[in-house]
Nanobody, 114 residues
Framework: QVQFVESGGGLVQPGGSLRLSCVTS????????MSWYRQAPGKERELVAN????????NYADSVKGRFTISRHNGWNTVYLQMNNLQPEDTATYYC???????WGQGTQVTVSA
């Protein structure tokens, strides 16, 4: 079945960086657009970034533009999220998923705090 395994989260100071990874299985990865989402405590899950499967066109939420970069490695069935200049408001659990959505993985926690 379709699976997503996110990793790379942690505790980082404001201004710091993290690189998240999401290893996928159970579908032909290169055929699907992939996205990163995040959910902060008490808030709804929101779309952070998206990358298409063929031309790898990307788009981002306004709140992360210029700071986050989504990329993918089709040979490794993996999607990445490079996060720079992290701020406390980026604190959330981060999830990846494909389009159309499948069941969610466990996510990876990102905490930005001094």
């Amino acid at each position: 079945q379709v699976q997503f395994v996110e990793s790379g989260g942690g505790l980082v100071q404001p201004g710091g960086s993290l690189r998240l990874s999401c290893v996928t299985s159970g579908f032909t990865f290169r055929h699907y657009a992939m996205s990163w989402y995040r959910q902060a405590p008490g808030k709804e899950r929101e779309l952070v970034a998206n990358i298409e499967g063929t031309d790898e066109f990307t788009n981002y939420a306004d709140s992360v533009k210029g700071r986050f970069t989504i990329s993918r490695h089709n040979g490794w069935n993996t999607v990445y999220l490079q996060m720079n200049n992290l701020q406390p408001e980026d604190t959330a659990t981060y999830y990846c998923n494909r389009r159309p959505l499948e069941n969610w993985g466990q996510g990876t926690q990102v905490t930005v705090s001094a």
